[in-house]
């Protein structure tokens, strides 16, 4: 959507006109709109690591919304950073690789909150823990009441 403001320079100027893009959800002119940035304040991302093919490791990272975030451009800054391949499946951020350690800095590093960030440990055999169920996970035989 844009809006059209016209601007009046003075008696002896004619009026320009100066075109913006306004963002359909706050309103506000793209230069200054927060949607974006409350996007990254209020998600919970989860960082994990699956396995496909062949056994080659992909990093999934889940729970980004794909309305508020434009996840194609955060992708590409991911890959560029990381130097991987990757791509963008139903909100989901997947990265070839196991790059888990270095995910969560550089998602803060963009703007996302750090307790809003959950990185997935495997702890093998295919069992991926969050980070806080670590502790109760004494055994392996206990293992399959963690996951």
């Excluded at 093998?124 to 806080?132: A, D, E, L, M, Q």
């Amino acid at each position: 959507m844009l809006a059209e403001i016209a601007l009046k320079g003075g008696s002896s100027q004619r009026p320009r006109t100066v075109s913006q893009e306004i963002c359909p959800v706050c309103g506000l002119p793209k230069d200054l709109c927060v949607c974006g940035e409350l996007e990254k304040e209020q998600s919970k991302v989860i960082v994990k690591l699956e396995t496909k093919r062949y056994g080659k490791p992909m990093t999934v990272i889940e729970g980004l919304d794909g309305k508020g975030l434009d996840l194609y451009d955060l992708t590409k800054q991911l890959k560029k950073k990381l130097a991987c391949g990757g791509t963008v499946k139903n909100d989901s951020i997947m990265l070839q690789g196991d790059h888990r350690d270095r995910i969560r800095e550089m998602l803060i590093e963009m703007g996302f909150k750090e307790d809003g960030i959950e990185v997935y440990r495997d702890r093998g055999k295919g069992i991926s823990v969050p980070p806080g169920r670590l502790a109760a996970c004494a055994s392996w035989a206990t293992m399959s009441s963690c996951g």
